[in-house]
């Protein structure tokens, strides 16, 4: 019997999770998803994201395939795995692709968004959930700096280091910081982003408004491709990958 | 030395704990705050709460006060709090008052917020937090029938059977339903609450809208004073202690 290739949209709480890849050591979201699919299915099944997520980060929209012989539809597959699944995951959306769709390959767009709240008080209903910076951020400053992101460059200097991938250059299409109440977002929307990318950029927005980092100096970082220069890793647990298009 | 008697407002995210009260099973809120209180002044401190909230019920706004000899300023007093205590509560107020004022008795009004998460698959970032009820709401219905809790009665139908309270008569100045997208606020305000009132009060709008219980009768189920005749308890989760007034 023919494979099919079943993309699934999931949103979930990384808080418990070591991540989206399957790993030796600890829960990943792969693996709760492989084991949620194999009972389902009774089937040796593949799943493959569209991105290898950190542990604690978390996602508003993610997406995965699953390849399977299963011939149950869509519809009560989305069932199953809701009800499968641990409740810090959900399948948002469940539908049949080409047998050539690649979640990660064939993406041509990725938003992330990272959340602070920067309150005078830490937030009990915020941990895990937003990074709690107690400093006053000036988001319209680094709104203004956040521009210097957006372009096509080599971001050698906004990538761990730990990072293998060979060709450094992506596309930058829009970045901000805005002001919602006590929670000051950071978004970042890209054809593709390196290893810890998103938090390297926004620990860098940060140094700025602390002036550990000058201002109006981004692009000349970005143009160094040195590491050392940018700012700080800002912590995994206020990412969200937000939404990936195709 | 005089005693002190100090005004703690807090919030509280109450999914890991037993409820305000210290009890000899589980760790509760007044316990971590005793516990935090001693520390920090070194001193045998009293903490009194102004309610009595369930295990796994949040307060966006909760009063206590702690009774003690400590010197500490009241800024110090917070930060100190802040730093010890655990991050799902947090102090974000302090301050003295008169010696007389009592946290409970004192108090005029308080408002409750029952959450409901409306949408059509669960959300894994309302896991504890809001109550997931997938059948449709129609808000509409639901404000319009919430209106007949709105009075001064003795609140009996809506009282848990384990309450030891002698007289029942409450009154509820405020009830409403709204809809905030995919989320439903019930929102309840009055001069104190029995047990469980908040929780049975919800679930009897729910089993109206379901049809469980027929529209229109909110009013005879108060004057029967028949427990039996109310909806269910809507699950603690779902509940916050949203505001106290003095």
Redesign the interface.
């Known amino acids: 019997m023919d494979y099919r290739n079943i993309v699934l949209t999931l949103?979930?709480?990384g808080s418990a999770f070591h991540g989206w890849q399957t790993q030796p050591n600890g829960i990943t979201v792969q693996q709760c998803m492989t084991e949620a699919a194999r009972q389902i299915t009774n089937d040796e099944v593949r799943i493959t994201g569209c991105s290898r997520t950190d542990a604690g980060v978390?996602a508003n929209m993610f997406v995965c395939t699953l390849k399977s012989q299963t011939r149950i539809p869509c519809d009560r597959l989305k069932g199953a795995f809701?009800a499968i699944l641990p409740?810090?995951?959900?399948?948002?959306d469940c539908r049949d692709a080409d047998i050539a769709f690649h979640p990660r390959y064939d993406c041509k767009k990725k938003t992330y968004k990272y959340m602070i709240w920067n309150g005078?008080?830490?937030?009990?209903?915020l941990?895990n959930?937003a990074y709690y910076y107690k400093y006053e951020i000036d988001e319209k400053l680094l709104n203004e700096q956040a521009r210097d992101f957006i372009g096509t460059y080599d971001f050698s200097a906004f990538c761990a280091c730990a990072s293998t991938v060979d060709d450094k250059t992506r596309t930058v299409y829009g970045a901000c910081v805005e002001r919602q109440g006590d929670i000051v977002v950071f978004t970042f929307c890209g054809n593709g982003f390196l290893y810890n990318m998103v938090r390297i950029m926004t620990g860098t927005l940060l140094d700025i408004g602390s002036g550990r980092i000058p201002v109006n100096t981004i692009k000349d970082i970005i143009l160094s491709k040195d590491r050392s220069r940018a700012g700080v890793t800002a912590p995994a647990h206020g990412l969200y990958l937000d939404r990936v298009e195709y």
């Open positions: 949103k979930y709480d978390h809701n409740d810090s995951i959900a399948v948002t005078n008080e830490k937030n009990p209903f941990v959930r």
